[in-house]
């Protein structure tokens, strides 16, 4: 069996943390059954999140662009190519003036890149990333070779005008997700490749694990993970999930991320 876990507001309290209890719980079950994570964070940003848990499955990572093992190794990668990637950073600048955040794939590593000129959002953003070494300001923002995430933070209007413009234009050759961001005050738009969301990366890591759908467990809170629950054989919310994610659900438990519910869901197995 497969057991995959979103990890903001799902296996993460609210405060970024892994309680003692979770990780006493997910240790113990690593070495009867198979424990990963789907989450929209960077390989480095989980690896330093999960210090302290058994990580041995591959790992589904940047929203579904990338699989990789616990030692960082890529096994699968979904990314937008340079022409289309500056084709859509051109369209927000003549649009709505807005340039995005780049999440790259450069070999191993991913690297993070912002424009110039920024907007409040963005500020705000880049301040809690200043201390990381792979993050670069580029005075004209370009697409690189592997783009796995193009991302823009606005307000609640201009987010609504970019996601139509950008589906207009580009159809079924990106994938769109807008979601309102937890920890600040905007709106996220995501521009992946189309193989590059949760579902896919689920269907591709079932094949990697040799696991059949049915046999696969996930868990989440929000709309980046109904992709997820599309793909799974038990789809699992957590109880401060939306309402639409609890719909698809075959199991809401009674504990929210802070209650530690995916460790609680786990140990009543009593696996």
């Not at 990963?36 to 662009?65: C, F, M, N, Q, W």
């Amino acid at each position: 069996m497969l057991f995959l876990s979103d990890l903001d507001f799902t296996l993460l309290r609210s405060d970024t943390t892994v309680s003692d209890f979770t990780k006493e719980v997910w240790n113990r079950t690593a070495s009867k059954v198979k424990l990963s994570v789907a989450t929209a964070r960077s390989y480095t940003g989980v690896a330093e999140l999960l210090k302290g848990l058994d990580l041995r499955e591959p790992l589904i990572l940047l929203d579904g662009t990338v699989i990789a093992k616990p030692n960082g190794e890529i096994l699968h990668m979904a990314s937008i190519d340079r022409e289309l990637g500056d084709e859509i950073i051109e369209l927000g600048k003549k649009e709505l003036d807005i340039e995005p955040l780049i999440v790259a794939q450069d070999g191993a590593v991913e690297h993070f890149y912002y424009p110039k000129k920024l907007n409040k959002h963005q500020e705000e953003i880049v301040k809690t990333m200043e201390m990381r070494r792979r993050i670069f300001s580029e005075g004209e923002l370009r697409a690189k070779e592997h783009n796995l995430k193009i991302v823009y933070q606005a307000g609640k209007e201009d987010s609504e005008i970019l996601e139509q413009v950008l589906k207009d234009n580009f159809g079924d050759t990106i994938e769109i997700k807008r979601s309102d961001d937890p920890y600040f005050d905007c709106y996220f738009i995501t521009v992946l490749n189309p193989l590059g969301d949760k579902a896919h990366a689920l269907k591709k890591l079932e094949e990697i694990e040799n696991i059949s759908i049915d046999k696969t467990t996930v868990f989440g809170d929000s709309h980046n993970d109904l992709g997820l629950f599309s793909s799974a054989g038990t789809k699992i919310a957590v109880a401060n999930a939306i309402d639409e994610l609890k719909a698809k659900a075959d199991i809401v438990l009674p504990y929210t991320n802070d209650e530690d519910a995916v460790a609680k869901y786990l140990n009543s197995l009593n696996l």
